[in-house]
């Protein structure tokens, strides 16, 4: 089981960037693909980027590639979600997951994996 802390949300204006941090432990954390999701008032959660356990190869939803970004730092265990041009329908809790390997983010369920307890993203207009 893969243990996963979020931080770095708050609130900021359209327009604005945020970066997003998760913080992996636990025995075969650092073996996993790591990936971002989010959930927005009243949407379904949805997918945004992952990760490979290695950090050098990524997969994207197509509605944030350009300006998100995600990345790893395999020292710290640690996946981050770098988010430019922050626009009032980012609005989300966003979560982090862990999953064996990064083809399993191609699963279109959401409720597979490892899952942290969520940060608040609010975009202001």
């Known amino acids: 089981q893969v243990q996963l802390v979020e931080s770095g949300g708050g609130l900021v204006q359209a327009g604005g960037s945020l970066r997003l941090s998760c913080a992996a432990s636990g025995r075969t954390s650092s073996s996993a693909a790591m990936g971002w999701f989010r959930q927005g008032p009243g949407k379904e959660r949805e997918f945004l980027a992952a990760?490979?356990?290695?950090?050098?190869?990524?997969y994207y939803q197509d509605s944030v590639k350009g300006r998100f970004a995600i990345s790893k730092d395999n020292a710290k265990n640690t996946v981050y979600l770098q988010m430019n041009t922050l626009k009032p329908d980012d609005t989300a809790v966003y979560y982090c997951?862990?999953?064996?390997?990064?083809?399993?983010?191609?699963?279109?369920?959401?409720?597979?994996?490892?899952w942290g307890q969520g940060t608040q993203v609010t975009v202001s207009s």
């Open positions: 997951n862990a999953r064996p390997f990064l083809a399993d983010y191609r699963d279109p369920r959401t409720d597979f994996g490892s």
């Open positions: 990760i490979n356990w290695s950090g050098t190869s990524t």
